[in-house]
């Protein structure tokens, strides 16, 4: 059914476009009179206006699609309504309020309702990606909201079901760098359910960077996705839900009188809470994440403290089966911290900027085979930057230096005696410039040059980008950019247990044997919206990477056990993405292609991160204000792995198979990529409803949701696995027709 060229489709809502308006008269429910001077706002637009002195209020081009309208007036209930405006023409709602004596409360509003690719207040120039968590929160490929596979698509990849990490135009996880509100964070991921270890309730927008990645604070070879938290407003506010996955909580606001503000975010997941307790094959362990920020005005400027933390602990059988010795599990440990403390403010007419951080992360496991291999990994860094954003006439500069010392340390122990010790400090210190300067009405360029010190010499990382406005809605661009990256990671891509293990375990170039990779990438884009709602995007890519860290070809395991070996790789690709909104629906396509090499000595393989065709079709229906229909396709073609050997039972996370299973002690088999899997498909189902009630005079949003997948019922494939001694081969299945997730949500 699928050959050559498959996909995924994605269908996104967006609520902006044609010219509409909204009018009506605010009267007393009792007498009729006009009210003069209510309060009249759309809440999701950040807009309000008074009744005049016959009641009458308007608000014009007001983008098509479901709103809330809010009336307040002193003396009377307040009253929430939905709209669903029309492409065109005008909505005339006419509302009657109850007069009760009441104090007047505060009116809230959260930022408009937006989706990824069509989002009039998203600055990112394509194709770099930007997506509001407005907007990702409508995703209908995401039974719930996550932040980093809300930028999944195109050139963008990560694996269905159960992601190992990030890959963006053919780079590996562990070249991909990750910056919440500025501050470095390391192995941001969860197993069990749940992907990124960022609450989606805490932020407010995300961005991929990779022609033009923030070279003040990142080194990575393929790009940076930055996080930015919700900032604190007036008043308290306070978001979360839970799910038969998760369990979450944000809340954020004022405290004193100075303008200071706080955001406090909590999850935690539920990899085994339906679990039956006979069964040794399911995953048992916990996960979380936390995030605190505080916010204050100080030294002529603003201050802001980060305090991140993620935490996960995984256990897989070792046998499917019960063994006389009983279940005997594998044990996976990892977490991350980060503590940022950053001022910014004015220096004349010049911003600036300085950051102190620093980023952890630990790692643990017991991984048996055969015989116990026990591995620790840590990785410490401490940093600095200061940086000056200076204006002119037509441009933007931005300099600065950074300074920062990176301490790693890789040991496994086995019960053979052979291991692996590796460590070492790397100290960088970099000086970067980046100028962006407008060549005209039609034409816009950026240069930027980083110049990193390391104990084995000096690297030059640059990146350069024309833009050109062909036409009102035509957008031309090409980029090129070199990269190095002084840290990566000793875990196996290849291996199968990454569906349960993630974390990057990393070694760095302060050991004399790791070597410094580096990336060399150009891309030429295409960015054409013809009208309000419609956008269509295209783009060409060729990565070279060189220095690389490889650990498939010397081990079957999941991570280093004996050593690595370095290489070399090629990645071109081509992507092509359409958005289109209109009042009651939002489409969304993302079709990619992409072939990637990894080379060695004299061999070259394909990695199982590298799929050569990919679509995503995606739709969201409004049939009312307050109800939505999500359908999901997604479709991957062109798979390989290496494929498995010895017993092992999967299952990913669903309600049918109540939780997550992995059992047996899976290791790589067979050619690396020498196993062509089928064709992925799989069609979901989402419906959400939500609901305004009024608590201790605020307004409280109360919503259902659940998503059904695998509407097809098709059997995917996520391995073969083969007996050694027979050679009898077995497809290991992946998620089957069933509820994935119910839950509920709320804000308040």
Same mark, same amino acid.
């Given at each position: 059914?699928?050959?050559?060229?498959?996909?995924?489709?994605? *269908?996104?809502?967006?609520?902006?476009?044609?010219?509409?308006?909204?009018?009506?008269?605010?009267?007393?429910?009792?007498?009729?009179?006009?009210? $003069?001077?209510?309060?009249?706002?759309?809440?999701?637009?950040?807009?309000?206006?008074?009744?005049?002195?016959?009641?009458?209020?308007?608000?014009?081009?007001?983008?098509?699609?479901?709103?809330?309208?809010?009336?307040?007036?002193?003396?009377?209930?307040?009253?929430?309504?939905?709209?669903?405006?029309?492409? &065109?023409?005008?909505?005339?709602?006419?509302?009657?309020?109850?007069?009760?004596?009441?104090?007047?409360?505060?009116?809230?509003?959260?930022?408009?309702?937006?989706?990824?690719?069509?989002?009039?207040?998203?600055?990112?120039?394509?194709?770099?990606?930007?997506?509001?968590?407005?907007?990702?929160?409508?995703?209908?490929?995401?039974?719930?909201?996550?932040?980093?596979?809300?930028?999944?698509?195109? &050139?963008?990849?990560? +694996?269905?079901?159960?992601?190992?990490?990030?890959?963006?135009?053919?780079?590996?996880?562990?070249?991909?760098?990750?910056?919440?509100?500025?501050?470095?964070?390391?192995?941001?991921?969860?197993? #069990?359910?749940?992907?990124?270890?960022?609450?989606?309730?805490?932020? &407010?927008?995300?961005? =991929?960077?990779?022609?033009?990645?923030?070279?003040?604070?990142?080194?990575?070879?393929?790009?940076? =996705?930055?996080?930015?938290?919700?900032?604190?407003? +007036?008043?308290?506010?306070?978001?979360?839900?839970?799910?038969?996955?998760?369990?979450?909580?944000?809340?954020?606001?004022?405290?004193? %009188?100075?303008?200071?503000?706080?955001?406090? +975010?909590?999850?935690?997941?539920?990899?085994?809470?339906?679990?039956?307790?006979?069964?040794?094959?399911?995953?048992?362990?916990?996960?979380?994440?936390?995030?605190?920020?505080?916010?204050?005005?100080?030294?002529?400027?603003?201050?802001? !403290? *980060?305090?991140?933390?993620?935490?996960?602990?995984?256990?897989?059988?070792?046998?499917?089966?019960?063994?006389?010795?009983?279940?005997?599990? %594998?044990? !996976?440990?990892?977490?991350?911290?980060?503590?940022?403390?950053?001022?910014?403010?004015?220096?004349?007419?010049?911003?600036?900027?300085?950051?102190?951080?620093?980023?952890?992360?630990?790692?643990?496991?017991?991984?048996?085979?055969?015989?116990?291999?026990?591995?620790?990994?840590?990785?410490?860094?401490?940093?600095?930057?200061?940086?000056?954003?200076?204006?002119?006439?037509?441009?933007?500069?931005?300099?600065?230096?950074?300074?920062?010392?990176?301490?790693?340390?890789?040991?496994?122990?086995?019960?053979?005696?052979?291991?692996?010790?590796?460590?070492?400090?790397?100290?960088?210190? +970099?000086?970067?410039?980046?100028?962006?300067?407008?060549?005209?009405?039609?034409?816009?360029?950026?240069?930027?040059?980083?110049?990193?010190?390391?104990?084995?010499?000096?690297?030059?990382?640059?990146?350069?980008?024309?833009?050109?406005?062909?036409?009102?809605?035509?957008?031309?661009?090409?980029?090129?950019?070199?990269?190095?990256?002084?840290?990566?990671?000793?875990?196996?891509? /290849?291996?199968?247990?990454?569906?349960?293990?993630?974390?990057?375990?990393?070694?760095?170039?302060?050991?004399?044997?790791?070597? $410094?990779?580096?990336?060399?990438?150009?891309?030429?884009?295409?960015?054409?919206?013809?009208?309000? #709602?419609? @956008?269509?995007?295209?783009?060409?890519?060729?990565?070279?990477?060189?220095?690389?860290?490889?650990?498939?070809?010397?081990?079957?395991?999941?991570?280093?056990?004996?050593? !690595?070996?370095?290489?070399?790789?090629?990645?071109?690709?081509?992507?092509?993405?359409?958005?289109?909104?209109?009042?009651?629906?939002?489409?969304?396509?993302?079709?990619?292609?992409?072939?990637? @090499?990894?080379?060695?000595?004299?061999?070259?393989?394909?990695?199982?991160?590298?799929?050569?065709?990919?679509?995503?079709?995606?739709?969201?229906?409004?049939?009312?204000?307050?109800?939505?229909? @999500?359908?999901? *396709?997604?479709?991957?073609?062109?798979?390989?792995?290496?494929?498995?050997?010895?017993?092992?039972?999967? /299952?990913?996370?669903?309600?049918?198979?109540?939780?997550?299973?992995?059992?047996?002690?899976?290791?790589?088999?067979?050619?690396?990529?020498?196993?062509?899997?089928?064709?992925?498909?799989?069609?979901?189902?989402?419906?959400?409803?939500?609901?305004?009630?009024?608590?201790?005079?605020?307004?409280?949003?109360?919503?259902? !949701?659940?998503?059904?997948?695998?509407?097809?019922?098709?059997?995917?494939?996520?391995?073969?696995?083969?007996?050694?001694?027979?050679?009898?081969?077995?497809?290991?299945?992946?998620?089957?027709?069933?509820?994935?997730?119910?839950?509920?949500?709320?804000?308040?």
């Amino acid at each position: 059914m699928l050959a050559g060229i498959v996909g995924t489709a994605k *269908l996104l809502l967006v609520v902006q476009a044609t010219q509409s308006s909204l009018t009506g008269t605010v009267r007393d429910a009792e007498t009729g009179q006009p009210l $003069v001077q209510a309060v009249v706002a759309l809440a999701d637009l950040d807009r309000s206006v008074a009744s005049d002195s016959s009641g009458r209020y308007v608000f014009l081009d007001v983008p098509p699609g479901p709103q809330h309208l809010t009336v307040h007036s002193i003396g009377y209930a307040p009253r929430t309504l939905h709209a669903l405006v029309p492409d &065109e023409g005008q909505l005339q709602i006419d509302v009657a309020l109850r007069p009760v004596p009441l104090q007047l409360p505060a009116i809230l509003v959260r930022a408009s309702v937006s989706v990824r690719g069509v989002e009039s207040e998203d600055s990112t120039p394509y194709p770099d990606r930007g997506v509001s968590l407005a907007a990702a929160r409508n995703d209908p490929m995401l039974a719930e909201p996550d932040g980093f596979l809300a930028l999944d698509g195109g &050139e963008i990849a990560a +694996s269905p079901e159960s992601p190992t990490g990030m890959h963006i135009r053919g780079g590996a996880s562990d070249q991909t760098s990750y910056l919440l509100d500025g501050i470095p964070v390391l192995s941001p991921y969860h197993a #069990g359910g749940t992907f990124s270890g960022w609450n989606p309730d805490a932020l &407010e927008h995300l961005e =991929v960077s990779s022609t033009s990645s923030p070279l003040a604070l990142s080194n990575a070879l393929s790009g940076t =996705v930055s996080g930015t938290t919700r900032t604190p407003g +007036s008043v308290a506010r306070a978001q979360g839900g839970m799910s038969t996955s998760q369990a979450r909580l944000a809340v954020n606001g004022p405290f004193g %009188n100075a303008g200071a503000g706080y955001l406090l +975010s909590y999850r935690t997941g539920f990899p085994a809470v339906l679990a039956p307790r006979h069964e040794a094959s399911y995953l048992r362990g916990d996960t979380h994440d936390l995030i605190v920020k505080t916010e204050m005005p100080g030294l002529g400027g603003r201050l802001r !403290f *980060l305090l991140y933390d993620n935490g996960n602990a995984i256990a897989s059988s070792i046998a499917p089966e019960s063994t006389s010795m009983g279940p005997v599990h %594998n044990s !996976f440990e990892w977490t991350s911290q980060s503590l940022g403390l950053q001022w910014f403010g004015r220096l004349g007419s010049a911003t600036a900027r300085l950051q102190l951080w620093r980023a952890a992360s630990d790692a643990e496991a017991i991984w048996v085979p055969g015989m116990a291999s026990s591995l620790t990994a840590e990785r410490k860094d401490l940093g600095v930057v200061a940086m000056v954003e200076k204006p002119g006439p037509g441009s933007l500069t931005t300099a600065g230096i950074r300074v920062e010392r990176s301490r790693t340390a890789y040991r496994v122990v086995s019960a053979d005696s052979a291991g692996l010790d590796l460590g070492g400090q790397t100290p960088v210190s +970099s000086a970067f410039i980046q100028h962006d300067r407008s060549l005209g009405r039609n034409l816009g360029t950026n240069l930027a040059v980083s110049a990193a010190s390391v104990p084995d010499g000096l690297y030059l990382s640059f990146q350069t980008r024309l833009r050109w406005q062909l036409a009102e809605p035509l957008a031309l661009s090409a980029s090129y950019a070199r990269s190095h990256q002084f840290s990566q990671s000793l875990r196996n891509p /290849e291996s199968v247990v990454g569906n349960i293990f993630p974390a990057d375990l990393y070694v760095g170039s302060g050991d004399p044997r790791v070597p $410094v990779a580096r990336n060399d990438r150009v891309v030429l884009s295409a960015d054409y919206r013809p009208g309000a #709602g419609l @956008r269509l995007g295209a783009q060409l890519y060729v990565s070279s990477y060189a220095g690389l860290v490889l650990v498939a070809p010397l081990t079957a395991d999941p991570f280093a056990i004996t050593g !690595f070996t370095t290489g070399s790789g090629t990645a071109p690709g081509f992507s092509f993405d359409a958005a289109l909104s209109r009042a009651r629906y939002g489409l969304l396509v993302r079709y990619g292609w992409q072939r990637i @090499r990894l080379e060695h000595a004299d061999t070259t393989y394909a990695p199982v991160y590298g799929p050569a065709h990919f679509l995503e079709l995606g739709a969201i229906v409004f049939p009312s204000a307050t109800s939505s229909v @999500r359908l999901g *396709l997604t479709s991957v073609a062109g798979r390989h792995a290496p494929g498995v050997t010895g017993n092992f039972e999967w /299952e990913a996370c669903n309600l049918l198979d109540r939780g997550c299973e992995f059992g047996g002690s899976p290791q790589s088999y067979g050619k690396l990529g020498g196993t062509r899997l089928p064709a992925y498909l799989r069609l979901d189902l989402g419906v959400r409803k939500h609901w305004h009630l009024s608590v201790a005079g605020k307004d409280v949003t109360l919503a259902l !949701f659940g998503t059904m997948t695998n509407l097809l019922g098709r059997t995917n494939v996520l391995t073969i696995a083969t007996d050694p001694t027979t050679g009898r081969r077995t497809a290991i299945e992946m998620r089957p027709r069933a509820p994935l997730v119910v839950g509920v949500d709320w804000r308040f």
